[in-house]
């Protein structure tokens, strides 16, 4: 059996067909306003603030849990800084 012959594009034809879909979505952009996103639509903005309140949680959630693993750094930091340098504070702390 011989195989049939393949039908595909040029590559200036799919060239062309991107840039006209670059341009469209440029378009679409420009019609938002300047670095608006594809769909300007306010409950995409709403989901984007709360992804904030979201990685900012995790942010604190992940320092909270991991200052156990060095929290006599953090006094002896504390004991230099208020005694003005003169006590490094691993007398205090050991």
Same mark, same amino acid.
Do not use: H
């Given at each position: 059996?011989?195989?049939?012959?393949?039908?595909?594009?040029?590559?200036?034809?799919?060239?062309?067909?991107?840039? &006209? *879909?670059?341009?469209?979505?440029?378009?679409? =952009?420009?019609?938002?306003?300047? /670095?608006?996103?594809?769909?300007?639509?306010?409950?995409?903005?709403?989901?984007?603030?709360?992804?904030?309140?979201?990685?900012?949680?995790?942010?604190?959630?992940? &320092? *909270?849990?991991?200052?156990?693993?060095?929290? =006599?750094?953090?006094?002896?930091? /504390?004991?230099?800084?208020?005694?003005?340098?003169?006590?490094?504070?691993?007398?205090?702390?050991?």
């Amino acid at each position: 059996m011989i195989p049939a012959a393949a039908l595909a594009d040029s590559i200036e034809d799919i060239a062309a067909r991107n840039a &006209v *879909a670059a341009e469209a979505a440029r378009g679409e =952009k420009k019609k938002c306003g300047y /670095g608006a996103l594809p769909q300007c639509d306010t409950e995409v903005e709403q989901d984007n603030g709360s992804s904030l309140g979201l990685v900012g949680g995790v942010l604190v959630g992940s &320092v *909270a849990l991991s200052v156990p693993f060095y929290w =006599k750094n953090l006094a002896r930091l /504390g004991t230099k800084i208020t005694s003005g340098g003169k006590d490094d504070g691993y007398d205090t702390f050991k």
